[in-house]
């Protein structure tokens, strides 16, 4: 059993920063494949950043590659996201999740852990 916090959300202006944080707890997160997904009002649940287990390889949608950044320490068991360039469509709530995928899964449906989410609001 994995179970995944996220923190660092809020409010900042378009062009700003923000940096999520996911602190998990449980065995073998170094195993887990990580990602992080988002959640606007009344959209469905997309995907946003994948990471291998040992951080070798990276994955991103179109709509943030070049200005997100996924990274993770394993040995504080944490997965990041850096949100840079804050644009308001990028305004939602934001999940990290954990798959026992050997590559990057895009649908939600592939990973088992969840956690809460953290609000994140981009004002124009």
């Known amino acids: 059993q994995v179970q995944l916090v996220e923190s660092g959300g809020g409010l900042v202006q378009a062009g700003g920063s923000l940096r999520l944080s996911c602190a998990t707890s449980?065995?073998?997160?170094?195993?887990?494949?990580m990602g992080w997904f988002r959640q606007a009002p009344g959209k469905e649940s997309e995907f946003v950043a994948g990471?291998?287990?040992?951080?070798?390889?990276?994955y991103y949608r179109r709509f943030v590659k070049g200005r997100f950044t996924i990274s993770r320490d394993n040995a504080k068991n944490t997965v990041y996201l850096q949100m840079n360039s804050l644009k308001p469509e990028d305004t939602a709530v934001y999940y990290c999740?954990?798959?026992?995928?050997?590559?990057?899964?895009?649908?939600?449906?592939?990973?088992?852990?969840w956690g809460q989410g953290t609000q994140v609001t981009v004002s124009s």
């Open positions: 999740a954990a798959s026992t995928s050997l590559t990057i899964p895009t649908q939600g449906y592939e990973y088992a852990y």
């Open positions: 449980g065995r073998s997160f170094s195993t887990y494949v």
């Open positions: 990471i291998t287990w040992d951080g070798a390889d990276t």
